[in-house]
């Protein structure tokens, strides 16, 4: 389905509940908290390619011999 086919659907659907103030106020309700999803999981993954750049770039620096890194077993009996 197309975007315009989408919402006509959605208007379709509405129409039964549209002179139910608490019911329309649910629906927006509704839409704007997935609207805020949408906003936040883009944000979250943003965030997460920024983190596996400079994770990439970090760990490219230690290869090439620019960083010193340490065992693993050294920083578990750290913890």
Known sequence: ???IELQSELLRE???IA?????????IGYVR???RGRDATAEADEEIR????QAFAEF???QEGK???RDLFDVLKEL
């Open 1 to 3: 389905m197309t975007a």
């Open 14 to 16: 509405i129409s039964p």
């Open 19 to 27: 002179e139910d103030e608490g019911l329309m106020r649910k629906v």
């Open 33 to 35: 908290k997935l609207a």
């Open 50 to 53: 920024t983190n596996l750049r």
């Open 60 to 62: 490219k620096e230690c």
């Open 67 to 69: 960083c010193e890194t």
